[in-house]
């Protein structure tokens, strides 16, 4: 209301400013005069939710098929000790529209936008039991978020992404010392390389046509060299 009234050409607009009511047409005029003040407001919330976005790696294992068929994700609270793991209290920080690769067999086999956010919740009766122990039932507390799961036709082997998750993701990302993939459940990626690996692979798993041109110039760079 403070910002109406200090915009002499918005406070001359009869139907925002405290008409009783509702569906009230304006005059070309005033409605081009709010568009105009709305657009770059509109334009910063749809920048801000991009910037956002935050990528995931989800190690699925035995629970692939279970969590891409019900669009879940679940983790347990703590471990059979007790003790809070990280890669599981994590799932609390995946946000709507946040991107999640899934991980299984050596391969990134899905990709998925979280459709809802956490909540408390005991294991889904679709997945495996003991997944982590002996001692797992399906009343062990832990967390579930949604998400629409895309399977890839030609999942994307390790080594295909393994250079940009040494170059683009920090140490709390899923790449161990070692070289392999870690042992936990979830872990975070940058953006860097959430937006790398969308330029690099289409729907299917494949290379997109950029990828393709991009190595088949360097390709014949090195062999213009020769």
């Not at 669009?71 to 529209?97: E, P, Q, Y």
Request: charged residues 25%; hydrophobic residues 35%; glycine residues 8%.
């Amino acid at each position: 209301k403070q910002e109406i009234h200090e915009n002499s050409q918005l406070a001359g607009i009869s139907q925002i400013n405290g008409l009783q009511g509702s569906n009230f047409s304006l005059p070309r005029e005033s409605a081009q005069t709010l568009l105009a003040y709305l657009e770059p407001r509109l334009k910063g919330i749809e920048d801000k939710n991009s910037m956002d976005i935050q990528f995931w790696w989800c190690n699925v294992g035995v629970t692939r098929k279970p969590a891409i068929a019900t669009g879940t994700l679940w983790a347990h609270a703590a471990s059979k000790n007790g003790a809070v793991l990280t890669h599981h209290t994590d799932m609390k920080k995946i946000r709507k529209g946040d991107q999640i690769l899934l991980y299984a067999d050596t391969k990134v086999v899905a990709i998925g936008t979280c459709t809802a956010e956490y909540v408390d919740s005991t294991r889904p009766t679709e997945y495996p039991d003991k997944i982590s122990s002996s001692e797992d039932d399906s009343f062990v507390p832990g967390f579930i978020v949604r998400a629409n799961f895309h399977e890839f036709e030609s999942p994307i082997p390790f080594n295909e992404v393994e250079d940009d998750l040494r170059s683009m993701v920090d140490d709390k990302g899923p790449l161990a010392n070692n070289g392999g993939i870690k042992m936990g459940y979830l872990y975070p990626l940058s953006k860097e390389f959430g937006e790398n690996f969308l330029a690099r692979f289409d729907e299917t798993g494949g290379r997109t046509e950029r990828t393709s041109k991009m190595e088949n110039g360097e390709m014949d760079e090195s062999l213009i060299s020769l």
